[in-house]
């Protein structure tokens, strides 16, 4: 019997607000020293009052209306209560039956295959404190506890890991284009949860009974977490056994789940709501203005790509999979109008030098000292004939160590092209003289030997020859060798 898996997603984003979800202090407390991003609130102090932060409130609708969800007039926050040491008031704030946002989706690209993912709601919590172990003692930083923490809950939609994987990766694209938080997996301020089930491939009911898998901080994480586990599950099933519903940690130094707990229902939580905090009331025109904030997104920036500068779908993608990389693109080709460059030439250079360079120096794209408006620069003189497209490979790395003009490095080193004929042919004949074997199986017929020739006549320019016009030479002085 074959299975397929049942994957939903709940993914947690911390908002780049400067302030914590409900009190003053700073959200930016990377690297800060423990317990100095604290107050009466976020540290659970009894008679502390807390207070929304609208940013956060209203990072969390543009989310949800690039989503495509329904954003309703009202919402409310509830406080779900559990104990556990990182929560400083023994209850998080969060948002049960009437959040910010609901009845969503979001589009993936499987291998051209367009999906749509639903997603159930978007809504808005704080974050927990943090916990350490060493020494056999447990500290506790309270830095994190309160920092705005926006939840996607996905619909179990996903039906492979692969899907699970570009979801995930879409939706962190689309936080970022829309600037409201890093996605950075690295510092936490992304993480997931996945609820796993299998059924018998075919049918289309749910099963009653899902595991999920807490812990999964990082893009990794979830993949090996959903793997392993979708493994396990099968090896239930087929050996007659049934699945016990229930929550698991992923184990990431072993790469294992382990069982938490018997996984938990709403009403265990005793969710009610917060007495401290008045319910949202959403007017259409909050929301309208929310909107008009909506930047460009993905698709739209990839599709508008495609349509007004002819590039290919792949070539779109890439250069959009990051803002940052979209914008420096942009800009390039601003730049190249007044030049007449081709936006198509920028897009082969930054997707071809550009990300090759990078990638080898492990860098992103605002690390790159190269000015946008110098690509077509570099172009431009390809185009003019000062300098051979190998020529221009070598100006782009110069370019890309030191940020210096493209025109400059390639007056300062002596680069342009040779196309002084008198120039050339001086080295043409030097070339056949020193090679007269080519030469005679040249002209003993194997005429695809001028292309060596041509070849060596390039080497001794180093390169700086201009090649149409060497080559140009090169079979003239054969052709009078001949006849
Ligand atoms: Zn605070």
Redesign the pocket.
């Known amino acids: 019997m074959e299975f397929e898996p049942v994957i939903g997603l709940e993914v947690h984003a911390q908002l780049l607000t400067q302030s ?1 979800m409900f ?3 700073s959200a930016d407390y990377a690297g800060a020293p423990p317990n100095t ?3 009466p ?3 659970g102090m009894p008679g502390s009052l807390p207070v929304i932060n609208q940013l956060a409130v209203e990072y969390t609708i543009l989310t949800a209306l690039a989503f495509h969800c329904e954003i309703p007039e009202y919402a409310k926050f509830d406080r779900k209560n559990y104990h556990y040491p990182d929560l400083m008031k023994g209850y998080q704030i969060s948002q049960y039956d009437l959040p910010l946002s609901r009845n969503g989706y979001v589009l993936i690209d499987d291998a051209g295959v367009m999906k749509r993912i639903g997603v159930r709601r978007v809504h808005l919590e704080e974050d927990t404190a943090k916990l350490f172990h060493a020494n056999g003692a447990s500290l506790i930083d309270v830095n994190r506890a ?1 920092v705005p923490l926006m939840e996607i809950v996905s619909e179990p939609d996903m039906h492979s890991v692969e899907e699970a994987r570009l979801y995930s990766l879409k939706l962190r694209q689309i936080l970022r284009y829309l600037g409201v938080s890093s996605g950075d997996m690295e510092k936490g301020a992304m993480r997931f949860e996945a609820n796993i089930s299998l059924r018998p491939k075919g049918t289309t009911e749910l099963s009653p009974t899902r595991v999920e898998i807490k812990n999964l901080n990082s893009l990794r994480a979830m993949v090996r977490g959903a793997e392993y586990e979708i493994a396990r599950q099968t090896k239930i099933l087929l050996a007659g056994g049934t699945v016990e519903q229930e929550t698991m940690g992923w184990d990431e130094e072993r790469g294992v789940t382990v069982t938490q707990r018997s996984k938990e229902e709403a009403h265990d939580y005793r969710y009610f709501p917060e007495p401290d905090l008045p319910p949202l009331a959403v007017s259409r025109a909050w929301v309208d203005e929310i909107r008009a904030r909506m930047a460009e997104l993905p698709d739209d920036r990839r599709q508008r790509l495609m349509r007004e500068h002819g590039l290919s779908a792949y070539d779109a993608g890439v250069i959009t999979a990051e803002k940052e990389i979209a914008d420096y693109f942009d800009r390039a080709v601003a730049a190249g109008k007044a030049r007449s460059v081709d936006a198509k030439a920028i897009a082969n250079w930054v997707t071809g030098e550009l990300f090759r360079l990078m990638k080898e120096a492990g860098a992103e794209i605002g690390a790159v000292r190269i000015a946008p408006a110098q690509i077509p620069d570099l172009i431009a003189l390809v185009n003019a004939g000062t300098i051979s497209n190998t020529i221009a490979k070598a100006v782009f790395a110069e370019m890309y160590a030191a940020g210096h003009d493209p025109a400059s490095i390639v007056q300062e080193k002596g680069l342009a092209q040779i196309s002084d004929r008198g120039a050339l042919v001086g080295i043409v004949n030097q070339v056949i003289a020193d090679n007269p074997k080519p030469v005679a199986e040249y002209l003993a017929g194997k005429e695809g030997i001028a292309k060596f020739l041509v070849g060596q006549v390039m080497k001794a320019t180093k390169g700086q020859g201009n090649p149409a016009l060497v080559n140009e030479l090169m079979l003239e002085k054969l052709k009078t060798m001949k006849s």
């Open positions: 914590k009190c003053a202090c991003h604290v107050c609130v976020c540290l309160g």
